[in-house]
């Protein structure tokens, strides 16, 4: 089954506590981005990836990092989570190829920071 | 910079009644532009897109949407609402050429169909 998963899927933690939120996709698809779920502020871009090695920032990128080793995976790093970090997170794929572009979602990691 | 405006939090709808969620954008050059949807604690299902041609293009569960050029809009509409569309709706842009392929989403509609 063609799918994107994300581990774990619910996470509290405390302040300035590195954690690591992995994300894998199972299609071969060549771009990969993460985004944050906020009320009243919808879905915004943290990074993407173009492909392997090739990442950029979205619209939030700060505090947060990533890294494209593997083409399935495209893990977010939190190194010192702060409260304002606190939101639902979820991470896509789609091909690059033309008429195509239309992303698959994972189903979610709700992070809590104290 | 690009961006996406949904102009209303939420749209109410009697069942069997035909609906729209607005959605008007802004991007450099040409678009690629998303219809996602949200049911309660699930992530985003792609609905429909609008990569080039004809500017009505229909997608899953009956809706379709409208891309208008010059009004930089494109709005979703189904003709008869069912009480299983509420959810969360989103619509979202992507540059068409260009190194540079931000993915910009609205702040999302949510669809309240009446029974």
């Known amino acids: 089954e063609a799918q994107v998963t994300q581990n774990p899927r619910y996470l509290i933690t405390v302040t300035g506590k590195k954690l690591t939120v992995t994300c894998s996709q199972n299609m071969n698809h060549e771009y990969m981005s993460w985004y944050r779920q906020d009320p009243g502020l919808g879905l915004r871009q943290i990074y993407y990836?173009?492909?392997?090695?090739?990442?950029d920032k979205g619209d939030v990128p700060e505090g947060y990092k990533v890294s494209r080793k593997e083409k399935r995976n495209f893990p977010l790093i939190l190194e010192s989570p702060s409260p304002n970090q606190t939101s639902l997170y979820f991470c896509a794929s789609s091909t690059s190829g033309r008429a195509s572009y239309e992303q698959y979602f994972g189903p979610g990691t709700r992070l809590t920071v104290t | 910079a690009q961006s996406v405006a949904q102009p209303e939090d939420q749209v109410n709808v009697a069942e069997g009644n035909p609906l729209t969620v607005k959605c008007t954008y802004s991007?450099?050059?040409?678009?690629?532009l998303f219809w996602y949807v949200q049911y309660p604690n699930r992530g985003l299902q792609f609905l429909l897109k609008y990569i080039t041609g004809d500017n009505l293009v229909k997608g899953s569960y009956g809706f379709e949407a409208e891309f208008n050029k010059s009004q930089t809009s494109f709005h979703l509409k189904k003709p008869s609402a069912l009480v299983s569309d509420s959810a969360l709706y989103f619509c979202a842009v992507r540059p068409i050429s260009g190194g540079y392929q931000k993915v910009t989403f609205g702040i999302g509609t949510k669809l309240q169909v009446i029974p």
């Open positions: 990836s173009m492909n392997v090695e090739v990442t």
């Open positions: 991007v450099s050059g040409n678009p690629y």
